[in-house]
């Protein structure tokens, strides 16, 4: 967390913080993606860019994901640092071409000597009633994929900080924000600073259980560490940041020191980062564990529209906190 | 500089060892594959390669209009492209060997070979996937005023990818410098294009506003007049251009690819080879104007066999990357 003098900022504003901050240090740097400049974007993230950095630097483009995701990875490759803008995680589905047989592969089978410095903002996140194509949480998808990196911030400080690093990488990078966490404040800095990715950070310390938590999951971890608090049991919370590179020693070192582990994502809980993660945990910390790694995701089923369906899909601060209390022998 | 496809005349200003240049690079993609063949034969080449032989003057026309900084995307059937730009035959085995001094250490293969050094940015194995690359580039270009231009090389099976028509439509509002170079070489595969292609080509162009021509792709120096009008126009700031050329591809869809008759005639390849092929015509029109004579015209092949062998002799040689290389450059 920050040392710096900070103020509040939502999560929204720290976003549009890095990004003017970088295209001011950067002239490369430029934003593309659909309803980005006036209407700066329908979160309005991006509100004010284009009056700053005009037209040529933040383009609207037509609805065509894998165009422009396409036309990304070869302005990347030819001297331009584009940020690509897909509305909804969902979309990624159109660009998965460009994702995963371009833009990933491109340095490996070029023998290094082609880079695509590409950002990829989406989003993820249920809970905001918008049904089956506008909630899904693929991160997974990508982390899967060499050749790409993974961010997945979980709070103002974050989302600026890796946001700055993830435009400064050499590397393609796929940038994940929780839409449902758009409107959140929290503190940050007035001074320049920037985040390593694979670089976990302990969210709260605890002694008895550790909470792996991921993006939109880490509040829920943490109100879930809140009250169990109450009940007697001290709860880690541990936040890798990036699925990819992965900080496993963070991760793995607080499960030895509590000898419990939940990994907390929103992502579906079958194959997906949960898993990975969970995995991770038992080869590291096999010996100091105390109880089966769990996993908690997104219920497999597509996201339903109706508040008290969509509800029951996504692990809340209740199921979390249930879930450890179980774990750690208690009713 | 006025241009004619004529038959009995030169393009103004274009000297004889231009044109000997251009039948050099000819003969060498021709020989270059033919030696992949060879490879493939003798069970020295790993995996296949798809052969660009009958469709040379398509490649050469398009890269002799280009400068060394304009980029271009390739294909599977890619070797024309890479060699037509300038790449080495020599680290171009390489690469199809697997070997470290290939131009991706052995990373890419026949169907990705790359090379910043002659604006190469990339030959792709998905059809139709460098669509966006090469628009990209353009856009790059534009923004920062560099003045180069990007041909995107794709077969006419490409014409089915919906990514296509996206950066078309992007490329036209934007009035990028990017053109858009179809080898119709008649089968996406195994299959007749007639069967996958609805309409008329040039109108799917036209209808972005895209400057849409063909062009008979088995004639170089019409290829290579229409590409220095499409380039001047891209790089002039009009925008891009979709270049549709007739051509044909001799061997097989891939070097295995020998039993061929369940999808087209023997008679058709032989018609094609008789008639139409680039290379004969091209130095029977150079004979003819008095630009060179079948002497030289001799000298060139033979030193282009040479060349090639020793090229194929280094390759063979070469050293295989070693294991511990597989998980390096992953990451920049
Ligand atoms: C997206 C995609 N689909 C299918 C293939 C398999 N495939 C490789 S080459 C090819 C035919 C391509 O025909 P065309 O684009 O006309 O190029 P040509 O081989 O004739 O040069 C196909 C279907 C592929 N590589 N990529």
């Known amino acids: 967390m920050p040392e710096l003098p900070a103020r509040e900022l939502t999560f929204a504003q720290a976003v549009r913080e890095a990004l003017a901050e970088e295209m001011r240090r950067d002239k490369r740097v430029c934003i593309f993606g659909e309803d980005v400049a006036e209407a700066g974007t329908p979160f309005k993230v991006l509100s004010g860019l284009v009056e700053e950095f005009g037209r040529e630097r933040v383009l609207d483009t037509p609805i065509s994901e894998a165009g422009f995701t396409g036309m990304g990875v070869g302005a990347a490759m030819t001297g331009l640092r584009p940020v690509v803008d897909i509305m909804f995680g969902d979309f990624l589905t159109l660009t998965m071409d460009q994702l995963v047989n371009q833009a990933a592969k491109v340095h490996y089978m070029s023998g290094g000597t082609w880079k695509v410095p590409m950002v990829l903002r989406t989003t993820l996140g249920a809970t905001r009633r918008s049904a089956a194509q506008h909630s899904q949480s693929l991160h997974a998808w990508l982390s899967h994929v060499p050749g790409l990196k993974v961010a997945m911030p979980s709070t103002p400080y974050d989302a600026k900080g890796l946001l700055k690093t993830a435009i400064r990488d050499e590397n393609p990078v796929v940038f994940f924000e929780d839409k449902m966490m758009y409107k959140l404040k929290g503190p940050v800095p007035e001074q320049e600073y920037t985040i390593p990715f694979g670089v976990a950070e302990v969210k709260r310390e605890g002694e008895d259980i550790t909470i792996v938590a991921t993006s939109s999951m880490v509040q829920v971890a943490l109100g879930a560490a809140e009250m169990l608090g109450k009940a007697g049991i001290s709860a880690e919370v541990v936040d890798p940041r990036t699925t990819w590179p992965l900080d496993e020693k963070t991760l793995v070192e607080s499960a030895k020191k509590t000898s419990r582990a939940i990994v907390v994502d929103e992502g579906y809980g079958r194959y997906g980062v949960s898993g990975e993660i969970a995995s991770v945990i038992a080869e590291g910390a096999f010996y100091s564990l105390d109880a089966p790694v769990k996993r908690m995701g997104a219920m497999h089923v597509p996201i339903p529209f109706s508040p008290p369906l969509e509800d029951v899909t996504v692990p809340t601060e209740q199921a979390v906190f249930q879930a450890a209390r179980a774990m750690c022998g208690k009713r | 500089m006025t241009i004619a496809t004529d038959q009995s005349k030169v393009i103004e200003g274009v000297k004889a060892d231009h044109w000997t240049r251009i039948y050099r690079r000819m003969v060498m993609i021709r020989e270059f594959e033919d030696q992949v063949n060879e490879l493939y034969m003798r069970a020295l080449m790993p995996g296949l390669a798809h052969l660009y032989v009958g469709e040379e003057a398509v490649a050469v026309g398009i890269c002799e209009a280009l400068r060394q900084t304009d980029y271009i995307t390739s294909t599977h059937r890619g070797h024309g492209h890479c060699l037509a730009k300038g790449a080495s035959p020599d680290r171009m085995f390489a690469e199809l060997l697997g070997k470290e001094a290939g131009y991706c250490r052995g990373k890419g293969g026949s169907m990705h070979i790359a090379d910043p050094a002659t604006g190469n940015l990339g030959a792709n194995a998905i059809v139709g996937g460098s669509a966006g690359i ?154 003819q104007q008095r630009v060179a004579d079948e002497m030289a015209l001799e000298e060139i092949r033979k030193n282009v066999r040479v060349e090639m062998k020793a090229a194929v002799e280094f390759a063979i040689a070469a050293p295989y990357p070693k294991p511990e290389e597989a998980d390096e450059n992953v990451y920049a």
């Not at chain 2, 990818?161 to 858009?180: D, H, S």
């Not at chain 2, 063909?214 to 220095?228: H, I, L, P, S, W």
């Open chain 2, 134 to 287: 090469a628009t990209g580039a353009a856009l790059s270009s534009k923004r920062l005023d560099t003045g180069q231009v990007t041909v995107c090389f794709f077969g006419e099976g490409a014409l089915g990818q919906g990514v296509l028509y996206e950066v078309m439509n992007l490329a036209a509002l934007w009035k990028l410098p990017v053109i858009y170079v179809c080898e119709n070489n008649l089968y996406n595969e195994y299959t007749h294009y007639s069967e996958t292609t609805a309409g008329d080509m040039l109108a799917r162009g036209a209808a972005f506003g895209v400057h849409a021509e063909g062009v008979d792709g088995q004639d170089v120096r019409a290829v290579y007049a229409t590409a220095q009008r499409l380039v001047e126009r891209a790089r002039k700031g009009e925008g891009p251009a979709f270049l549709v050329c007739d051509t044909y591809r001799y061997h097989g869809h891939h070097v295995g690819d020998i039993n061929r008759e369940y999808y087209r005639s023997k008679q058709e390849e032989q018609e094609w080879k008789t008639k139409r092929d680039p290379i004969k015509n091209f130095a029977g029109w150079m004979i």
